[in-house]
């Protein structure tokens, strides 16, 4: 059982940046795991995944703004979040999965283990 707790999250201006944390409570070295996110009336979108390989994949969305990265030292991941935009704002979720391979961003995937979220607020 990987327990996961997202951290890092809060209320920023248009063109700001956040970095969001991720610790999990044992190793992932080798486990995908991946950033997912949430807003009000909409369904939950995969953000940013990384495999256990290291090979990064992003939602067109994010991409050139966002970095996930992971410190396997520090059982840590990372969302680095750059030039946000009012429609990043969202409840954002951790997750890891068994697999090492991450699933394609963009299909539906029910990861194993979710953290409870992290609250970013983005205002123009």
């Known amino acids: 059982q990987v327990q996961l707790k997202e951290s890092g999250g809060g209320s920023v201006q248009a063109g700001g940046s956040l970095r969001l944390s991720c610790v999990a409570s044992t190793n992932t070295d080798r486990n995908c795991m991946g950033w997912f996110r949430q807003a009000p009336g909409k369904e939950r979108e995969g953000v940013a995944v990384l495999d256990n390989d290291g090979d990064d994949y992003y939602s067109g969305s994010v991409k050139g703004r966002f970095t996930i990265s992971k410190d396997n030292a520090k059982n840590t991941l990372y969302l680095q979040m750059n030039n946000l935009k009012p429609e990043d704002t969202a409840m954002y979720y951790c997750?890891?999965?068994?697999?090492?391979?991450?699933?394609?961003?963009?299909?539906?995937?029910?990861?194993?283990?979710w953290g409870q979220g992290t609250q970013v607020t983005v205002s123009s």
């Open positions: 997750a890891a999965d068994r697999a090492g391979i991450c699933p394609v961003i963009t299909v539906r995937y029910e990861y194993d283990y």
